[in-house]
Antibody
Framework: QITLKESGPTLVKPTQTLTLTCTFS??????????VGWIRQPPGKALEWLAL???????RYSPSLKNRLTITKDTSKNQVVLTLTNMDPVDTATYYC????????????WGQGTLVTVSS | QSALTQPASVSGSPGQSITISCTGT?????????VSWYQQHPGEAPKLMIY???NRPSGVSNRFSGSKSGNTASLTISGLQAEDEADYYC??????????FGIGTKVTVL
């Protein structure tokens, strides 16, 4: 059974760096073909794809945010970490991590999401 | 990359069929058969409903079906039920190796 859970601060100040951790079970990110992605959703707004990390540590970023995003993985801990620098109130959103199956191009399991508010 | 275009809202009566469109470009929807659809109820995480344009994951009702023509993909819900009332998002692989979501469609069951 695949599960994912996001953790991190619920409140950050403008200009600070956000660090979120996705802890998962039911699969190993050392398995060829798998990946974990991050997606966010501002309150009342649409989903926005942020980043993806592959089993071989290859990474992809949203073009609009790539200068501020970093995604890493710790295979031994079954964790994926997302950092977003220079936080702004417009970054207030629920942040989700999700499992991308074997050489697929969709997300079949999602975490419950974590709401991050940016405010001074 | 720009968000995929979806109608803001679609409504229908119980038992009817509705179709939600998702329009992109030749660099995303039109270029690959990698369109997926997600259902999201308020306060919940998205749920995968359709992948690779037409495929349904195990456990998803066969009332949900997907198709694509050119740069536009579509999700059809047949035999509309009250439980289908939710937000729906399309997503596509993009030529740059990234992904893009649609702006979302609110489905209302009248």
């Amino acid at each position: 059974q695949i599960t994912l859970k996001e953790s991190g601060p619920t409140l950050v100040k403008p200009t600070q760096t956000l660090t979120l951790t996705c802890t998962f079970s039911g699969f190993s990110l050392s398995t060829r073909g798998l990946a974990v992605g991050w997606i966010r959703q501002p309150p009342g707004k649409a989903l926005e794809w942020l980043a993806l990390i592959y089993w071989d540590a290859d990474k992809r970023y949203s073009p609009s945010l790539k200068n501020r995003l970093t995604i890493t993985k710790d295979t031994s801990k079954n964790q994926v970490v997302l950092t977003l620098t220079n936080m702004d109130p417009v970054d207030t959103a629920t942040y989700y991590c999700a499992h991308r199956p074997y050489y697929a191009d969709y997300f079949d399991y999602w975490g419950q999401g974590t709401l991050v508010t940016v405010s001074s | 990359q720009s968000a995929l275009t979806q109608p803001a809202s679609v409504s229908g009566s119980p038992g009817q069929s509705i179709t939600i469109s998702c329009t992109g470009t030749s660099s995303d929807v039109g270029g690959y058969d990698y369109v997926s659809w997600y259902q999201q109820h308020p306060g919940e995480a998205p749920k995968l409903m359709i992948y690779d344009v037409t495929n349904r994951p195990s456990g998803v009702s066969n009332r949900f079906s997907g198709s694509k023509s050119g740069n536009t993909a579509s999700l059809t819900i047949s035999g509309l039920q009250a439980e289908d009332e939710a937000d729906y998002y399309c997503s596509s692989y993009v030529s740059s190796g990234t992904y893009v979501f649609g702006i979302g469609t609110k489905v209302t069951v009248l």
